[in-house]
């Protein structure tokens, strides 16, 4: 016990800067927000096809786009979809789909190509029962696993996870700058409860937003390498198509130049390198929200609508005596476990609240390595976890 830690929130980024005077309030929805938010963030092309509980995204995007002269097109399906926003991003656009996990399932090929050839972009899934077409209106997080494994092959994401409207806001605009700083897709892992429920947030001017922006600036020599393996943050400069170069792009494994290899130190190098992009940005990639962790021997560990409940379980739990702590997981992917081995080693047991099987559970086990009970409260029958759900696994409350 004693845990020093302390809490890596959104605002830490800074890429919104705050002008109370400025600040705009409004009563909104969560995928409302979502979709404003991505107008906010310089999103120039949306390319998606509806489905419940996402489709408000769309809805509302149909709108905002084209009065802000930017693109929405729906697509055929979400295959096309995520083809749509690839294509549209290496034509130099911030670009965005949304869906949830029927269509999540449908996005995972080319969701790899995206990761291969390393396109910025950003995916939004509002999770639902599952799998196949399951409860198209009824919550669920159980997608957690699917976003670190849906698509083939040894690969880093990143995926971002809300659960207040407010930081929907906040991780949408923090999404497109991921994508664009690390060259690689980024998911917004809603829930069906998170995307439908409304709270106030505040929005901020869309000058007052400063994220990262890609440069099409060739190098001096003009040899220019889409792949660059000795850049040293592991991020190389992605030119625009129709900026002054031409150059390959191929879901095969590649060389520097983008064309497909087969020699074994550029294969290992190219892995090394795509992994080492995210390593490298981890500092700035982590956030999380801490509680109560300075006297704890019980921490409750969870993230979307989940962790709502939970830290509402923490508050009760507190009143009446328990030491209880919680961990508010807002990156997903990568998780932050240099953190999480600190928090395991330091209590007596951790439970571990998700609406599902038990999916976020099984990376948590992975880091006991003091063998702590680790408690899980699952809910998959398409209602939301209670407080009293995870006050009963805490006992004595």
């Known amino acids: 016990m004693g845990l020093k830690l302390k809490s890596k929130p959104i605002s830490e980024l800074e890429y919104i800067k705050w002008d109370p005077e400025k600040v705009v309030y409004a009563f909104s929805q969560g995928n409302e927000t979502c979709a404003e938010s991505a107008v906010l963030a310089g999103c120039d092309f949306f390319g998606g096809y509806p489905i419940t509980p996402s489709s408000e995204i769309a809805e509302v995007l149909s709108r ?15 295959i096309a979809s995520m083809a749509s ?43 639902r029962l599952g799998p196949s077409t399951g409860g198209p209106t009824s919550p669920s997080q159980s997608d957690y696993m699917q976003v670190k494994w849906g698509t083939h ?9 809300p659960s207040t409207i407010q930081e929907v806001m906040e991780l949408t605009i923090v999404s497109f700058d991921f994508a664009e700083r690390y060259r690689t897709p980024v998911i917004l892992l809603m829930d069906e409860v998170t995307g439908h429920m409304r709270e106030k947030v505040g929005y901020p001017r869309q000058e007052d937003i400063s994220i990262f922006t890609r440069s099409n600036e ?78 704890a021997d019980t921490v409750i560990i969870s993230f979307g609508i989940s962790a709502r409940t939970g830290l509402e379980a923490m508050i009760q739990a507190r009143k009446k005596g328990r030491k209880v702590g919680m961990v508010k997981l807002l990156t997903l992917v990568p998780l932050p476990e240099e953190m ?39 809910r998959y029958d398409g209602e939301i976890i209670s407080p009293g759900d995870v006050l009963d696994a805490i006992g004595g409350c």
Not at 65 to 73: I, K, L, T
Not at 93 to 104: D, E, I, L, Q
Not at 153 to 160: C, M
Not at 272 to 283: E, S, V
């Open 64 to 78: 905002r786009m084209p009065q802000e002269g930017r693109v929405f097109v729906q697509m055929e399906d979400e």
């Open 85 to 127: 926003i690839i294509g549209a991003s290496l034509g130099g656009a911030r670009t965005m789909t949304a869906t949830s996990g029927p269509g999540f399932s449908l996005m995972q090929e080319n969701l790899g190509y995206a990761i291969t050839t390393e396109i910025p972009c950003v995916i939004v899934n509002v999770q």
């Open 153 to 161: 092959g040894d690969h880093p994401i990143i995926a971002l996870s």
């Open 218 to 295: 060739l190098p001096e020599s003009g040899d220019y390498k889409p792949y660059d393996l000795s850049v040293k943050s592991g991020v190389p400069p992605l030119i625009s198509f129709g900026e002054g170069v031409r150059y390959h792009v191929t879901g095969l494994i590649h060389d520097e130049y983008g064309f497909p290899t087969r020699n074994r130190k550029e294969i290992r190098d190219w892995y090394d390198r795509i992994y080492r992009k995210i390593d490298n940005g981890l500092d700035r990639i982590l956030r999380y929200d801490l509680y109560n962790l300075e006297d």
């Open 340 to 378: 999480l081995k600190e928090v395991i080693a330091n209590v007596d047991r951790v439970i571990i609240p998700e609406m599902n099987r038990g999916q976020l559970i099984l990376d948590i086990e992975r880091l006991n390595k003091k063998g702590i009970d680790i408690i899980p409260v699952n």
